[in-house]
Each structure stands twice: as C-alpha cells, then as structure tokens.
C-alpha cells in the first residue's frame, strides 16, 4: 500500500455517489456463439454449428451498464423503437439496474442491433439491423425535456455518440444552452468529435482510427503510433476543443493529452486473448468517474485502464465491477477499507470458486511466528483476508502503551507479506474489539485462530458457526510473541540506556 494506491482506493469508493447522464445511441450486442470445423460446400464460409447466444446492451445503453457497475446512478437518455423494447432493451436494463425513465420509446423507429457470429472466440461476422436515420421531430423534442430534467441533477455528462441518428444539431443545441447557464463536466466519445466543438468538453476520448480521420491523417502500418502522436497530438484540441484528450491505442494503452502539458502514456494490460468489443465504453466511464470523483490524469488514466484490461477478458461486451478493480490494481493495494467493498469481491471470489480463508489480530511488532502462522493461513485455502485491530482497539486489549506501531504502520508491514491477500481494519464498531460482526458480513469459509484459544471462549464462535464456517487453531511458533520482544527490548535498554527504554 502505498499513498497513491489509498488515493485511488478512496476515489473508487466514491463512484456510487455520483450521477451521470448517459446521451447517445442504445445498441443491441447480440453474439452467437459456436465452433466451426468446415467450410461451407456451397461457398468459402465457415459452418458454425451453434452452442449458446446472448445478447448484451451496446452503445450508449454498454456506457450506462458500465457506470451502473461501478456503482453510480445513470440517468440514460436516448431513443429506442419499441420493436425490442419490452422483449430485450427493458430486461437489460433491469439487469443493469438502469432506470428506463428518460427513454423515449418510438415505435417507428427500429432499434440498432448487431448480431455477430463467433468461432471458436473469433468473431467471423457481424451484421447490423436498425435505423441510422435521424430521429423523428416529436422523439427530438420529447429527448431534450428529458434532457433538460436530467441535467440539473447531474453530475456530469456523457455522451456515447455512435452516429446511429440520436445526437441531432438540435440536441447538441440544446446541451448547450443548458452548458451555459449550467456547466458541466462533459466527456464524448464520438467518431465525430469536431461536432461537438462547441460544447468545450472536459474530456475526449477518440481512438487512434477516430484521431486520425480528425488530424486528416492517413493510417500507416509501419508507424509507431504513440510517437506519432506524442509529436501531432496537440492538434486534437483546435479540433475538438477539449481540454483533456484520452487517446486510446487498443492494446498499446493510451495517450493522456492536455494543453501545455506533458503526454501520459498508460501502457495497457496485455491479454492473450483480447475481446474488444466496448473496451472504449468502459475506458470513458471509469476515466469519467474517476475525474469527478478527484483523481488526478494519472490515478484516472490508471482507472480506466485497469477497468479496461479487465473487460477485455471477459467474453462479448461487458463491465467492470468496483471490486474487479479493486482487484484487479497492483498487488499493493491490500488494505480495503470498506467492509461492502471487501464481501463484493469476496462474493465474486466464491463464485470463482475460491475458497476464503480469514484470521484476525493486532500484528504490532511482526516476527517469525506471525510470518509462519500467516503462510500457514494462507494454505488452507486460496485468498487470506486479515483482519487488523484499530490503534483505539489495541489499546484496550493491551494497555495503554500499545501499539508500538500504528494502523498505517501495521497494515504496511502485512500488506508487504505475500500470504496476505486484504487486510481490513475493524475494532470500533458495535462488536468491539472482536471480529464477530466482520466475519458475519465478509462469510469466510475458513476462520482461522491461534491454538492458544479454546472454540468455547472465542466470542466470534457463535458467529462462525451460524455462517457455516470451518474454525481451524494454528499452532503458535514457540517463544515468538510481540510482548516478548517488546520486553527484551526494555530488559536490553535498562541495563544499558534507562532514559531509551522511557522512550519506547
Ligand atoms: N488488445 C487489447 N489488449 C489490452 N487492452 C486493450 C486491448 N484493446 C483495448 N484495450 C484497452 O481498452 C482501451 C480502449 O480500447 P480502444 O480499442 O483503443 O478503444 P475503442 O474501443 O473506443 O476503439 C485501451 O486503451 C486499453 O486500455
Ligand atoms: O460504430 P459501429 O461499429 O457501427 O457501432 C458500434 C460497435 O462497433 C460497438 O462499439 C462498442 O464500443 P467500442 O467502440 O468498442 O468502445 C460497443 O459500444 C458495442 O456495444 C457496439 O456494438
């Protein structure tokens, strides 16, 4: 744990605070999954023989799935035919927790879906159904009312133009308006980001195809690219007028831009097998969320490109969790601090089919024993949470001259313990200085005490038990204990140095 991996812990824990509004075009992902081992006799295709389909939101409609998953309110506003309304957009949306209000529902309009064909994880075609057309005058003018009454609320907007007719001149219009007497965070992804030059947004978030055709550049295989654009870059703000510029290269990561500035090159997270599909989708949320949210271009550069890489694991067009990023940050980031945040990841843990095993104690003075009881922990099964004793708690387990070293301290030297996989601090809650009420929410499988305990007088027993958790006693490394440490110590400095051993 270091402070910038805090920093960025408490910036996630404050996404669900936040309230975006989602503009732009709703898709349908349809994927239809299957293995292919022929070649079709009646042309050079490959026969697909089906195994399962599914079907995902897309567009603007995969933006406000992502902001949902990393916990904040969307209002989306967009316009959907009622073609696939009830049968497939409202049960995603219900899936999402995303609220269907300020949805205006045409039914002469024929809703965007993209139906793709996969062998064997290879995508080997993808047809599109739907109007492109520019929506309708009543579905425009009924769009901005909604418009207008999710805006005021709003901490930011997004927009997730994909060029499939929502985003009319009259809509950017009236965002506008809106912007000038009540400015906004705004971030856009478009492929025609000039279009929204009036708008001056806080961020922008083109790919490198997108920056291109902005710059009139040509493609050329040979470059390499975030060269290219560490040196033409800046041009991107005359053209779009924004005064951040994330610029994602696939699997090259991205190029953070800002006026005056230098280039912030993220290096993205390498997969084998990459799935791509909404990466920019979830790379613009978690980007969005984490500058209202007070992160730095760094920390939400980092963000978004852990949330990223962790959706490009996934099959067809996914999310990212706030406990997936928690996660998935570097190895440093152990000490959780949110009891909610830790039995989310836990849950996904189990269903990963992890088992999780807990322990708990003060960890003051850390010493071979602990180092053996932890490795000890660890092996019974395949994530060790740990909990750790609050200073205050400490105190009054064992005297006011304790703990030598503080929580900050404490945590730092366990997190640095490669047995220990998240550290929690608790102590000063309703249960006191016992653990009952965290194990009670974090339900390990394995709670794990030193041997020196009897299950009768542990105060989390009752607990343990109702959870349908294992209870293991580790043996204890003979002579190794903090207090005796602490008291050789003073035995050592009262011979030598009384004034020191006042000290300690
Ligand atoms: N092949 C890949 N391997 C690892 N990360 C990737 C890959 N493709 C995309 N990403 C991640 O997703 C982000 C956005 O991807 P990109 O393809 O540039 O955007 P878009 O989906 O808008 O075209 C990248 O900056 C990177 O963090
Ligand atoms: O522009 P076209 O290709 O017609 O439509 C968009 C699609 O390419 C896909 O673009 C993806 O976003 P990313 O661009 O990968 O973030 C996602 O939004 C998908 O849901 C969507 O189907």
Redesign the pocket.
Known sequence: MNSMDTGILDIVLQFNQKKILVLG?L?V?RFIHGESSRISPEAPVPVLDVQYENE????????AANLTALGATVYLCTVVGEDLFETQVKPLLAEHRIQANYLVRDDSRKT?I?TRLVAQQQTVV?F?VGDKNAISEASEGLLIDLLEEAYLTADAVLI?D???GVITAHVIGALQQLHEKHPKFIAI?S?RLEAFKALQPTLVKP?YRQALELLKVNANAETNRVKQFMSIGNRLFNKTNAAIVALTLDADGALWLERNKEPLLMPAKSVTHAC?????????STATLALIAGATKPQAARLATIAAGCVVEKEG?ATCTRSEIIANANSEMKAIDAVSILSDLIDQLKTAGKRIVFTNGCFDILHCGHTYYLQQAKKLGDVLIVGINTDKSVRRLKGNSRPINTLKDRTEVLAAFSSVDYIISFGDGLAGDNPSELIKSLKPDIVVKGENYQQEDLPEAKVIQEIGAELILLPFTHGQSTSTIIRRIQGRSSTKNPAKMKAL
Request: proline share 0%.
């Open positions: 075009d898709i992902d995902q939101l897309g567009g603007a409609g995969n933006v965007e993209k993808r599109d997730a994909y060029e499939k992804d492929k790919n791509v599909c909404g990466a920019g989708d979830t790379y613009i067009t």
